[in-house]
């Protein structure tokens, strides 16, 4: 009997690296077969719909390329119903997981008929730009139909327990403490260069440009490193003071060179609906990187590093904080993080999530057993 892990994503597996990435690379070594399923990707000049499967390691890429009518294509129903046969298709009989991690897909999820059906809510996408007007009630049916649902963050977990109480478990993103070893002595190499304060990420609505461009004005004898895609806002909102550098998206892999050319590490979020319920994985991972990190006041940072991180609540406090928290001991910062990081890895996030799958299986089959 084979043992498959389906799962529904709105984020593309070779997007930015992030949460789905982590845990499902992981938890995909406790099936025969793991299915990532993408919304579906407009192609300019495509005629009709194709299904393209790309193997990536121990996961399939699945996404269906449509053409490009101008419109954001979603799990709508004719997207559930191709998905829906194809998988039908290469699903070998025995059990099936499905995960979700946009409830736009539950109708393709129960189209599988999965022996358990997982909901991890690792974003409130009903608060971000573009979200689907029926988000909400999709939202509310996944959380009462899910044998399991996990949430991303604490502010996440309290609005989830109100639709799910009893049934949502909470797990924080994590961090590969290993991967961004190198970047601290790395940065002491280049030691009395010009100073460099940075973000990695995704550059969207979530950001707030006119702190960001404060902050530049404020350091104008450092540089601002802004590293991600830009998605969601027009390019030509962006801050454009001279010492702000936009060098594009990076790989995964490539993340700590490019911490290791920050002094400083910046999250300089808004505070508005999209960031309400955010638990940055990225706070981590600057910590990981052996960087004092400088942060506005989003509610899960707040609760959960605020002995490590500096908040602050507009462009020139951001500004103060940089140089002040440059000038601190490296040494006493390791020090400060090192319980963090360690409780916080994503090898040990994943094992737990995967004993609560397991946990919520026998429970299903001694139901089944009884009945």
């Excluded at 027009?234 to 700590?256: A, F, M, Q, W």
Aim: glycine share 6%.
């Amino acid at each position: 009997m084979s043992r498959e892990l389906v799962v529904f994503s709105h984020l593309r597996w070779t997007f930015v690296w992030q949460r789905p990435q982590h845990l499902i690379s992981r938890l995909a070594h406790g099936y025969d077969r793991t299915w990532f399923v993408e919304e579906p990707e407009p192609l300019e000049g495509l005629r009709e719909p194709c299904l393209r499967m790309e193997q990536q390691g121990d996961v399939t890429r699945v996404w269906l390329q449509v053409p490009d009518d101008g419109t954001l294509p979603g799990f709508n129903d004719d997207a559930t119903a191709r998905y829906a046969a194809a998988l039908t298709e290469v699903l070998e009989p025995g059990e099936t997981t499905a995960w979700l991690y946009t409830p736009m897909a539950l109708a393709a999820a129960r189209s599988l008929q999965p022996t358990l059906l997982v909901y991890d809510v690792m974003d409130d996408l009903g608060a971000f730009r573009y979200a689907a007007p029926e988000l909400a009630l999709r939202q509310r049916q996944a959380l009462r139909e899910a044998d399991v649902v996990f949430t991303g963050g604490r502010s996440l977990h309290r609005s989830v327990m109100e639709q799910a109480p009893g049934n949502a478990h909470c797990f924080p993103s994590g961090v590969e403490p290993e991967h961004f070893a190198s970047a601290a002595p790395e940065r002491e190499r280049r030691a009395g260069s010009r100073p460099v304060a940075g973000y990695v990420g995704v550059i969207d609505e979530r950001l707030d440009l006119d702190l960001i461009r404060t902050l530049a004005e404020e350091l104008s004898d450092w540089t601002i490193n802004m590293v991600g895609p830009v998605i969601k806002i027009d390019e030509s909102t962006l801050p454009s003071v001279k010492n702000i550098r936009y060098p594009g998206p990076c790989h995964y892999s490539e993340l700590p060179e490019v911490m290791s050319g920050f002094d400083v590490a910046l999250m300089p979020f808004a505070r508005n609906e999209a960031t309400r319920s955010i638990s940055p994985t990225k706070t981590l991972e600057y910590l990981a990187a052996g960087l004092p990190v400088v942060s506005t006041r989003v509610p899960d940072v707040v609760a959960d590093y605020s002995g490590v991180v500096e908040l602050c609540d507009d462009g020139v406090a951001f500004a103060r904080a940089c140089r002040s928290v440059a000038a601190g001991s490296a040494t006493e910062r390791r020090e400060r993080v090192r319980p963090i990081l360690h409780a916080q890895h994503w090898d040990t996030i994943a094992a737990r999530m995967a004993a609560h799958l397991e946990a919520a299986r026998f429970d299903r089959t001694s139901t089944q057993e009884t009945a």
